[in-house]
C-alpha cells in the first residue's frame, strides 16, 4: 500500500496532517519527510516531483500550469481544474477525471487542445477550415 493511500483520510484543506492521542494536528514533516516540500501546495509538489501516482488530487488548481511529463497515473483528479494547462507527455492513465475542467487544456499528444465545456473528458476542438 502506497503511503499516499494510507494518509488519505487525513487529507485536510489539501495538506496531509496527523493527529496527536491528544487531537493536535501534526505536519508530515513528524515522518522525516523533506521539509522543503512542506511549504509547497500539493499542487506545487507535483509540477517539483514530475509524478504523482495514484494520489488524491480532488479539486487540485491546475489551471494555465504546465504539467508536460508528469507522472498522474492513477490519482484522483475529481473537479480538478486544468483550464489551459499543458499535459503534453503527461501519463494519465487510470486517473479519475470526473467533472474536471480540461477546457483550453493542451492535451497528452501535444497537438489537440481540448474544446469549451471539456468537462470529465477532452473533447477535442474541431479543425478550423
Not at 19 to 27: D, E, I, K, T, V
Not at 32 to 40: K, N, Q, R, T, V
Not at 95 to 120: E, H, M
Request: proline residues 6%; contains cysteine.
Amino acid at each position: 500500500m502506497k503511503l499516499s493511500q494510507i494518509l488519505r483520510p487525513f487529507l485536510i484543506g489539501g495538506l496531509f496532517t496527523l493527529f496527536s492521542p491528544l487531537g493536535a494536528a501534526l505536519p508530515l514533516a513528524y515522518l522525516g519527510l523533506p521539509s522543503e516540500l512542506m511549504a509547497y501546495s500539493p499542487e506545487e509538489q507535483v509540477i517539483h516531483l514530475k509524478k504523482c501516482k495514484g494520489c488524491y488530487l480532488r479539486n487540485a488548481k491546475f489551471a494555465e500550469l504546465n504539467l508536460s511529463q508528469v507522472d498522474l497515473t492513477g490519482s484522483n483528479l475529481s473537479y480538478a481544474n486544468l483550464r489551459g494547462a499543458t499535459l503534453t507527455g503527461a501519463k494519465l492513465e487510470g486517473c479519475d477525471l470526473t467533472g474536471a475542467n480540461l477546457t483550453g487544456a493542451l492535451w497528452i499528444d501535444g497537438v489537440t487542445i481540448c474544446q469549451k465545456g471539456s468537462i470529465g473528458f477532452c473533447n477535442p476542438e474541431k479543425p478550423k477550415p
